[in-house]
């Protein structure tokens, strides 16, 4: 793609230079800062980290803090540019879709002149919040206490392109991402076909077994079915026993997630980190390299396996010896997609999402045993597999970043002039 013929340097800490055509001003001097009323009947509008602003039933209903009340609930109209103070460094910035109220810690905008499109600076502002100059600004705060104020907009110096080509920039990329992002839906799509692929085979060697000419009996599980005549049926009673070490505060954090099992956790990253971490680890519990491992509050999503690492988790983990001679089988089967739903069964609470699950529901859990040959067998057959399968998933999943990159990347470039568009159109 060309670029422009002529650039100049500008003064914009994020951008060294714009087309010599383009001009350069301080948000101030581009945007106003609304304050509407709201009328009964508003729907609430939310702004999301991929940039759309939209009426939150249009995305989703739950998950969303309710403590505000609606208390200084603001208006928002159709077209204006949304930038959300709190969380603007992670691209939750764009232009609402719908008439509706936000919550205040929204910036609502709009131009000072018709010669200002919002769409081009929603990407604009989305750039400068995804490649770290937002959060830069606030470099050495708690992240999730930084906050874009518009007072701390209004002081950045944004690129003017002339209007008829922030109409074009918007057009052009607006036909690109939709094609690319589709791209990658079709790929995300055959990603979760091999996931599901991958589920499925381990759901069946490990109640069924690898011998499809086994006699089977029933195992008294509506979901599970038949299992061979030769496997035992026990409770995990039979190999759990619970236990508690604690002031070992300098020992490396862990956490329990469905997709991984237990992992490092990675105390730097805002994602995994929403939880709050005490300064005093004390209290934590201690788990040694191949015990059980269970978050019990989530254990109804999955969120248990046996650990590979010595570390400590939070308190409200359970910890368990392990006695099961090939624990690598064991972890496979109990986190396989037909022992889940034991471990949902045996939840309570009454707060959604957030049950518990009981110590005496735990132990009564069945587990459905092969002699230990033939568990070595399953696994190595699932490891094989698995194998075949993880390498498709990878090669997905690096196209998947790719174009993702891609995408940012053309977006970057059209918005701050690095390449030509009305060359392309």
Not at 105 to 119: H, I
Not at 121 to 137: D, E, P, W
Not at 169 to 193: G, N, P
Not at 301 to 319: E, L, T
Request: with cysteine; hydrophobic share 35%; proline share 4%.
């Amino acid at each position: 793609m060309k670029r422009y013929e002529e650039y100049k340097h500008t003064d914009i800490p994020w951008l060294d230079c714009i087309p010599s055509h383009w001009d350069a001003k301080r948000a101030k001097y581009l945007f106003n800062k609304e304050n509407r009323q709201i009328a009964d009947g508003d729907e609430v509008i939310t702004c999301f980290r991929d940039g759309v602003v939209t009426l939150r039933k249009n995305r989703r209903t739950t998950g969303f803090t309710e403590s505000f009340k609606e208390i200084g609930y603001q208006g928002i109209k159709k077209g204006d540019l949304v930038i959300h103070q709190m969380d603007a460094f992670a691209g939750s910035t764009g232009v609402s879709d719908s008439d509706g109220k936000g919550t205040p810690v929204y910036s609502v905008c709009t131009p000072k002149n018709e010669r200002l499109l919002t769409q081009y600076y929603a990407k604009v502002i989305r750039y400068m919040g995804l490649n770290g100059f937002i959060q830069s600004l606030y470099r050495g705060i708690r992240e999730r206490s930084s906050d874009f104020r518009f007072e701390t907009f209004a002081k950045q110096i944004l690129p003017i392109p002339p209007f008829a080509e922030q109409e074009k920039i918007v057009s052009y990329l607006e036909s690109k991402t939709l094609c690319i992002d589709a791209y990658v839906r079709e790929r995300e799509r055959e990603l979760q076909l091999l996931n599901e692929l991958k589920e499925a085979e381990i759901a069946n060697v490990i109640t069924r077994g690898l011998n499809p000419d086994v006699r089977m009996k029933d195992s008294g599980i509506p979901w599970i079915g038949l299992i061979p005549e030769h496997w035992e049926i026990k409770q995990l009673r039979s190999y759990l026993k619970m236990i508690t070490i604690k002031n070992k505060p300098n020992e490396q954090l862990l956490s329990v997630v469905r997709e991984k099992g237990v992992i490092i956790r990675d105390i730097e990253s805002k994602e995994e980190n929403h939880n709050y971490i005490p300064d005093d680890l004390s209290g934590y519990k201690y788990v040694s390299v191949g015990q059980f491992v269970i978050n019990k509050m989530k254990a109804w999503q999955g969120s248990y396996a046996v650990s590979k690492y010595n570390g400590i988790v939070s308190p409200a983990y359970y910890v368990c010896e392990l006695n099961f001679p090939h624990k690598e089988f064991f972890n496979i089967a109990i986190r396989s997609k037909f022992y889940v739903p034991f471990f949902t069964q045996y939840s309570k609470g009454i707060r959604v999402g957030q049950w518990d699950l009981s110590p005496i529901g735990l132990k009564s859990i069945p587990f459905f045993e092969p002699p230990h040959e033939e568990q070595q067998a399953i696994v190595a057959y699932i490891e094989d597999k698995c194998n075949k399968i993880n390498s498709l998933i990878g090669e997905l999943e690096a196209e998947i970043e790719y174009l993702k990159e891609y995408k940012q990347k053309l977006i970057a470039d059209c918005v701050t002039g690095q390449i030509n568009v009305q060359s392309e159109i």
